[in-house]
């Protein structure tokens, strides 16, 4: 899975915001506000991933235990799955 083309990442004023472009902006109405946590993820998903990548990953660069980590990436994942933001499901 990853996040789909038209969702791109700013920070504006110290805050981590996606936001949709083209056909997506007429569609998806607002923008998403993230935490480090999320733009790590965001990031992470910008190319082809799983959520065990996902998992790893958030454990090596938060120190986190693979349970929270679980926990946290499912989470997000299942957030972006419901607003269509990924490109595939999960």
């Not at 799983?50 to 679980?70: F, W």
Request: proline share 2%; glycine share 6%.
């Amino acid at each position: 899975m990853k996040v789909k083309k038209e969702y791109i990442l700013k920070t504006v004023a110290g805050q981590h915001i996606v936001v949709p472009i083209g056909a997506e902006a007429k569609r998806f109405h607002g923008m998403i506000t993230l935490n480090d946590t999320g733009k790590f993820l965001f990031e992470s998903l910008s190319h082809e991933t799983s959520i065990e990548q996902l998992i790893l990953m958030l454990v090596e660069a938060y120190d986190v235990t693979p349970e929270i980590a679980k926990k946290d990436v499912e989470k997000f994942v299942g957030l972006l799955d419901k607003h269509q933001i990924l490109v595939s499901k999960i």
